[in-house]
């Protein structure tokens, strides 16, 4: 059965990105001597699947951050050209609901789904397509910007897995989905 897992840093207050959509405050933080699990994470996913904004965000960063195919799902994207040097790494996907996507995904035969994107994540939720999340609090207050989480129509409850500090300050949680 596919299963949908999310791997993502937050400021403090809960924000993914600034709201003109800027990253820089959290690609900072980046240190590369802490080991914040996300190659652990990976090694199991077989699919990155993300939404038009995120994939805007990160298009143009090289090296490219992903090892894993990466599908955007995006109705405006799918006509548009894929930059050469992603060629066999990212594709379009115009399907409409987070089931659909999911649908097609495991008649490709994915079972494990890293799910990246505020509204991707938020769509996923709402649908009950997520098992689990890894939240990395960075250490900093936007006071405004994108929210990770937006309304959701009742209680998602969570079950607390584990949760680690680093020295940099990042904060890592790690959250189950309660059945």
């Not at 050469?84 to 790494?89: E, Q, R, V």
Request: include cysteine.
């Amino acid at each position: 059965m596919i299963s949908g897992h999310v791997f993502i840093a937050t400021s403090l207050d809960g924000f993914i990105a600034r709201s003109n959509k800027d990253i820089g405050w959290l690609l900072e933080r980046d240190d590369p001597s802490e080991d914040h699990g996300y190659d652990a994470f990976i090694k199991d996913i077989d699919v990155i699947l993300m939404g038009r904004g995120t994939y805007e965000a990160i298009r143009d960063v090289r090296p490219w951050l992903y090892t894993r195919p990466v599908l955007v799902l995006s109705n405006s994207l799918r006509d548009q050209q894929i930059p050469p040097d992603l060629t066999g790494k990212v594709r379009f996907s115009a399907e409409r609901t987070p089931e659909q996507a999911m649908a097609m995904l495991e008649a490709e035969g994915c079972r494990r789904v890293y799910v990246d994107g505020g509204l991707v994540i938020q769509s996923f939720l709402r649908a009950g397509l997520i098992s689990d999340m890894v939240i990395t609090r960075i250490p900093v207050l936007l006071g405004q910007g994108r929210s990770l989480f937006g309304a959701i129509p009742a209680d998602i409850l969570l079950i607390h897995e584990d949760t680690r500090a680093f020295a940099s300050g990042l904060v890592q949680s790690h959250y189950r989905i309660a059945p």
